[in-house]
């Protein structure tokens, strides 16, 4: 866990810059629920929230909105898309690593992006609105690299390391197959 905490805060300062507001970066957060699940995912995210904002002196009235954009609203949607898959009949292991670890990701960033869009049109400033119409697309376009890279990253846990991922049922996915 401290390990992922350390990434996440390493992960999370490597970042677009767009105005003086905004910032784009990956979020990774797929890999996270699917480690540790839903609890230990925020608590992990918000802690690297805090410590990459200490670390690169983003200001404190920024971390709340901050910890929601990148840690909270992405693992509960992929945690609600886990749960989505999960209810599917008949699942493999193919399903549950491109269901969850693929598309999950990719679907949580087009999500997230919406809910960013609304969030900063209503209670944003006019200039941080018009910075992020200009450049929110980047967010659409690091939906396939989220994707990728929590894809492949839950793709070789499940293959080398199972027992790492809290939320696979290796019984019904792989034994009663």
């Given at each position: 866990m401290f390990f992922?905490?350390?990434?996440?805060?390493?992960?999370?300062?490597m970042d677009i810059?767009?105005?003086?507001?905004?910032r784009f970066h990956l979020l990774g957060v797929t890999t996270a629920v699917l480690v540790f699940g839903w609890h230990l995912a925020v608590v992990i995210g918000?802690?690297?929230?805090?410590?990459?904002?200490?670390?690169l002196g983003v200001e404190l009235q920024t971390l709340?909105?901050?910890a929601l954009f990148t840690v909270i609203i992405p693992v509960t949607l992929v945690q609600g898309i886990f749960h989505l898959v999960s209810a599917i009949p008949n699942i493999n292991l193919f399903a549950y690593t491109i269901g969850?670890?693929?598309?999950?990701?990719?679907?949580?960033v087009l999500l997230l992006s919406g809910l960013a869009w609304m969030y900063i049109n209503l209670f944003g400033s006019d200039g941080l609105a018009t910075t992020?119409?200009?450049y929110g697309y980047i967010l659409l376009l690091m939906a396939f690299p989220e994707g990728f890279i929590n894809g492949?990253?839950?793709?070789?846990?499940?293959?080398?390391?199972?027992d790492l991922l809290r939320t696979l049922d290796e019984k019904r996915l792989i034994d009663d197959q």
């Amino acid at each position: 866990m401290f390990f992922s905490l350390l990434f996440y805060s390493f992960f999370w300062s490597m970042d677009i810059h767009a105005g003086e507001q905004l910032r784009f970066h990956l979020l990774g957060v797929t890999t996270a629920v699917l480690v540790f699940g839903w609890h230990l995912a925020v608590v992990i995210g918000c802690a690297a929230i805090a410590l990459s904002g200490v670390w690169l002196g983003v200001e404190l009235q920024t971390l709340g909105t901050e910890a929601l954009f990148t840690v909270i609203i992405p693992v509960t949607l992929v945690q609600g898309i886990f749960h989505l898959v999960s209810a599917i009949p008949n699942i493999n292991l193919f399903a549950y690593t491109i269901g969850v670890g693929f598309l999950g990701s990719v679907l949580s960033v087009l999500l997230l992006s919406g809910l960013a869009w609304m969030y900063i049109n209503l209670f944003g400033s006019d200039g941080l609105a018009t910075t992020f119409n200009e450049y929110g697309y980047i967010l659409l376009l690091m939906a396939f690299p989220e994707g990728f890279i929590n894809g492949a990253m839950v793709s070789m846990l499940a293959v080398f390391r199972p027992d790492l991922l809290r939320t696979l049922d290796e019984k019904r996915l792989i034994d009663d197959q």
